[in-house]
């Protein structure tokens, strides 16, 4: 099912929300290759009425030697090397030439999987977040599964996970 642990999540005064998933295709599995009409689905499934910004925590496996958490894909991450890249467009070039019809941003904060997140990416997030709901952009807070590293920002900004459905 796309977007995959679909999470909303409030602030504490509640004045604004954002939501948490995982990243595209990750209902298939943790390894599975996914191609662009899955991505396609899990766009068309993210919340919200307006604009959207999709803020990726998407990097690597394991530290710096890890495989790149866009090799699944028909685009490449922040991260990736040339060799990884192989004339690939952006994660956020692929998405301006799909023509959908909801104006979608990219912020791509490349994090390590199964690592802490340093403080200053934290700090970086959450100015992003805070930003584009200035915007009244809808926040899309992704990584790998859906709920470590998302969670971990949500906890640094103090938000509260909705238990009402996104």
């Known amino acids: 099912m796309e977007p995959y642990r679909l999470r909303r999540w409030r602030s504490r005064t509640g004045n604004f929300s ?9 209902s298939k599995g943790p390894d599975a290759p996914v191609g662009d009409e899955v991505v396609d689905k899990w766009i068309k499934g993210l919340p919200g009425d307006g604009g959207i910004a999709i803020i990726s925590l998407l990097g690597r496996k394991n530290g710096p030697n ?12 922040r991260w990736d ?28 904060h490349p994090t390590f999987d199964f690592k802490p997140i340093p403080d200053e990416t934290l700090d970086a997030v959450s100015k992003d977040i805070y930003r584009v709901l200035d915007q009244k952009l809808s926040v899309i807070l992704i990584d790998s ?3 470590t590293r998302t969670g971990r920002v949500c906890a640094f900004m103090n938000f509260l996970e909705d238990s009402a459905k996104p």
Do not use: A, L, M
């Open 66 to 77: 890890g495989d790149s958490e866009f090799k699944f894909y028909s685009f490449h991450g």
């Open 145 to 147: 599964g859906g709920q």
């Open 81 to 108: 090397s040339p060799s990884e890249c192989r004339s690939r467009p952006s994660f956020g070039e692929w998405i301006n030439g799909r023509g959908f019809i909801r104006s979608i941003e990219v912020i791509e």
């Open 18 to 26: 954002i939501h948490t998933c995982g990243r595209p295709g990750r």
